[in-house]
């Protein structure tokens, strides 16, 4: 049986430019260089790119969902200019002490995209710039992948903290990943007998 080929990608400061206050505007939403690119790449490679984002500046009350559909569309045609698609945002709109289940590095958006799609996500490659978005990942069975861009640019100059997911995949950035992905799988692919 044929299975999805589905990647689990964090939104700010892994797709777009993250900021300390937050990105509470279409205008504030800047795609990272590359990014976009990096899914298109993933796209034509067969995968199915899914978002899986905190996005408690809608519990702070910071902007309202109208406001964050705006951003996504604005995503999305940038991606469909690029050649790109992004399948389904999922996003956590609680703020950190509101204890829900959602909320990464909780696994409960992983574990909705999961059900949506009828996948296992053991294995699934999830990638984002922050240690909460790997333990969510890997707290559902993800593979771990981590980009030196957002808050994982402070984590250049050294190895990773102790506190980082065993076998995790450092990446210079989400074009990097998905450079890695794509000849991940036509090594194995050539691998295979015929």
């Not at 689990?8 to 509470?24: E, S």
Request: net charge neutral; hydrophobic share 45%; glycine share 10%.
């Amino acid at each position: 049986m044929q299975t999805m080929k589905l990647v689990i990608i964090d939104r700010d400061g892994t797709i777009n430019a993250d900021r300390h206050d937050f990105v509470k505007t279409v205008d504030e939403w800047v795609p990272l260089p590359g990014a976009l690119d990096a899914v298109a790449r993933l796209n034509h490679a067969g995968w199915h790119v899914v978002v899986a984002s905190n996005q408690s500046g809608l519990g702070r009350g910071l902007f309202d969902v109208g406001t964050l559909n705006a951003m996504h569309v604005k995503m999305h045609k940038l991606l469909a200019a690029a050649g790109g698609r992004i399948e389904a945002v999922f996003f956590c709109p609680h703020k950190s002490e509101d204890d829900c289940a959602c909320r990464k590095p909780k696994p409960g958006l992983f574990e909705q995209i999961g059900e949506r799609y009828g996948v296992e996500l053991a294995g699934v490659p999830a990638v984002g710039d922050s240690l909460r978005d790997l333990q969510a990942g890997v707290a559902a069975g993800c593979e771990p992948h981590l980009v030196l861009t957002g808050k994982g640019a402070a984590l250049r100059d050294g190895p990773l903290p102790a506190a980082f997911p065993a076998g995790t995949t450092v990446h210079e950035d989400l074009a990097s990943f998905a450079s890695f992905l794509i000849a991940r799988e036509a090594r194995t692919k050539s691998a295979r007998p015929n």
